[in-house]
């Protein structure tokens, strides 16, 4: 059977950096650092102060008006704001496709946390008598989302999330890239979505050490590849892309951004929160992704690393990039872009996704900002795009996500051809 070709036709985000793709871009180039301290609730208890949130986020201004907002969690929120966005720029929306070939796949980490956190809270605060929301399970389920956007555009092929920590939503892309090579749909609307700046997601990474507490510091804290780093910085937001079989696009003139050629999933069965020391998962599964692209290592321009500024995550996904690409590694551009973006968890595979297909777009690779002073660990021979974003020609990029449970996925973006 012959494969299909897969192609973007879309993309929208709302995120630290922006709530549309161009001023995501565009400060994503300048270095632009989406950290503040936290607004969402009181943070005096808490080890760590700060996070990426959305800035001034208000729901009535993206047409979510008041009744609808008590229906719908945080996450769900941001996904069908960057999903609205990404349907009109494929123009799906207007055009008359069968709506049965049109499928939603989305992945989230921990869905809608801050309504079960305060459904809980005020069953706690009220007494013995329960009184939850009639909405609490519609609005906290990680796979409300994708069924939301079906709704909204009456797109009736595949939907269903993936959950797998913060590599969801590339495996939300990989699923979607497989079904419509296989001819099972023509278009896919991917990506991810999470609203993880919350009171239990904060408190339970500062229990389990895995955030930055540089209180003192926090524009500074995201810093991958520094000696100095001490753990991620907790983003927000969602990234949508609209996969498309190539064909179909063609036949219907959309504008193309880019090609999707391969994908692939490992686990490193290792531990629950840490990384094979070695990168030995995700040395797999980028090797994996090259062969389902049927590309060879020195085909890949620039890497979008994992890279959240933890101390063992950063050092074992370079050896595994110095594993896979042999010489070729002191030829790519790797960066970081969680040090201006944060960790969005489940939605950070779509993020970086964009990032990495505005470097194709626009022959600019972003940079990893707050390196300050060398780790011995770490081999700066490498080229981790510091500081400032580099002009180049990328061809080809590369996007690895990792997650708690030993999760790995890599996805593969190219110029079209």
Do not use: W
Request: net charge negative.
């Amino acid at each position: 059977m012959e494969l299909k070709r897969v192609v973007v036709t879309g993309i929208g985000t709302i995120n630290p950096l922006g709530d549309n793709v161009q001023d995501f871009f565009k400060n994503l180039d300048e270095g632009v650092n989406g950290c503040g301290p936290i607004t969402r609730f009181d943070t005096t208890l808490f080890k760590t102060k700060f996070a990426c949130e959305i800035k001034n986020f208000e729901p009535s201004k993206y047409g979510i008006d008041r009744k609808e907002e008590r229906k719908l969690d945080l996450y769900s929120q941001f996904a069908l704001i960057a999903a609205e966005q990404a349907v009109k720029d494929s123009n799906i929306d207007s055009e008359k496709i069968d709506p049965d070939r049109i499928g939603v796949i989305l992945g989230s980490g921990i869905g809608g946390i801050n309504t079960l956190y305060s459904e809980v809270e005020g069953y706690v605060e009220g007494g013995k008598v329960p009184r939850f929301s009639p909405f609490i399970i519609p609005k906290m389920i990680p796979d409300i989302a994708p069924g939301l956007v079906s709704m909204k555009y009456n797109f009736r092929g595949p939907n269903y999330a993936t959950v797998s920590a913060c590599a969801s939503s590339t495996h939300a892309m990989a699923d979607a890239l497989m079904y419509i090579k296989l001819g099972k749909a023509d278009i896919i609307v991917t990506g991810g979505s999470e609203a993880g700046i919350s009171i239990p997601s904060i408190g339970g990474f500062n229990s389990a050490q895995a955030l930055s507490t540089r209180n003192d510091d926090p524009l500074h804290a995201s810093r991958p590849f520094d000696k100095n780093r001490d753990g991620f910085v907790m983003g927000e937001g969602s990234g949508i892309l609209v996969f498309e079989e190539y064909e179909h696009a063609k036949a219907r003139g959309a504008r193309i951004y880019c090609e999707v050629t391969g994908a692939a999933m490992t686990a490193d069965a290792y531990h629950i929160t840490a990384p094979h020391p070695e990168g030995l998962g995700a040395k797999e599964v980028m090797k994996l992704a090259l062969e389902d692209a049927g590309m060879k290592p020195e085909d890949i321009d620039y890497i979008n690393v994992h890279g959240t500024s933890t101390p063992l995550g950063d050092i074992a996904e370079l050896k595994a990039v110095k594993a896979v690409f042999g010489e070729h590694a002191y030829k790519l551009n790797i960066s970081a872009t969680k040090s201006m973006t944060g960790h969005l968890l489940g939605a950070t595979g779509a993020i970086e996704a964009l990032a990495c297909i505005h470097a194709i777009k626009d022959s600019i690779v972003p940079p990893t900002i707050n390196f300050e002073e060398e780790d011995p660990e770490i081999d700066y021979k490498l080229n981790l795009t510091l500081n400032h974003a580099q002009k180049r020609e990328v061809n080809a990029a590369l996007n690895n996500t990792f997650g708690f449970g030993g999760h790995n996925s890599s996805i593969i973006f190219r110029k079209i051809k």
